[in-house]
């Protein structure tokens, strides 16, 4: 099974043990971005997706992030059953699912606009509109900087893309010319 799928179920798992509190949630998806980003140092996330490290150093070192992280009682124990299920190595796409599972559950997405330079406050919020009426939902926008596209704009959101870019117009004017 895709580890994807392994860590949206943990993440299910975990706001349902939430009993509906979006803020308690939110928490613990702040402890597992905290967790997570402890696997961008390469040393420490060799070790602790290695599968011949044994599981019980696996779990001290979960116990430890979680003294330091000021966990309660419930998201230690969570942390513990992944552990000891050997799933450690999974805990930034735990983040992941449970960051999209608390976005969907409030009725929000997320949105990226490509852009070649950067847009100002004013045209972000007129995409922000314009992506709020066409999807009935909260959208939290983001622009990234993309100098491939040429000119234009890419909008992604969810699994959702509007491609406006010059470069994949070039691109069709091309294969067209081609045939």
């Known amino acids: 099974m895709a580890a994807e799928k392994i860590a949206n179920r943990y993440a299910t798992a975990l706001l349902d043990l939430c009993e509906g509190n979006l803020d308690l949630a939110k928490t613990y998806r702040d402890a597992f971005k905290a967790i997570a980003e402890i696997f961008e140092n390469e040393d420490i996330r060799s ?4 599968p011949v490290v044994n599981s019980q150093i696996k779990s001290d070192v979960l116990k430890e992030v979680a003294v330091q992280i000021k966990a309660d009682k419930l998201l230690s124990m969570f942390l513990e059953a992944v552990a ?12 992941t699912s449970l960051h999209k599972l608390i976005l969907k559950a409030e009725g929000t997405v ?8 950067p847009l100002d406050d004013e045209n972000l919020n007129t995409v922000k509109g314009s ?14 900087i993309d100098k491939s596209i040429l ?6 959101v969810g699994n959702s893309v509007l491609d406006m870019s010059l470069k994949t117009k070039l691109d069709a004017m091309t294969q067209s010319a081609v045939r």
């Open 131 to 144: 992506l709020e009426s066409m999807t009935s939902q909260k959208v939290i926008i983001s622009n990234s």
């Open 151 to 156: 000119g234009g704009f890419v909008v992604r």
């Open 84 to 95: 000891d299920a050997n799933r450690v190595g999974i805990i930034p796409a735990i983040y």
């Open 110 to 117: 997320e949105a990226d606009i490509s852009t070649v330079f």
């Open 47 to 50: 070790v602790l997706t290695n």
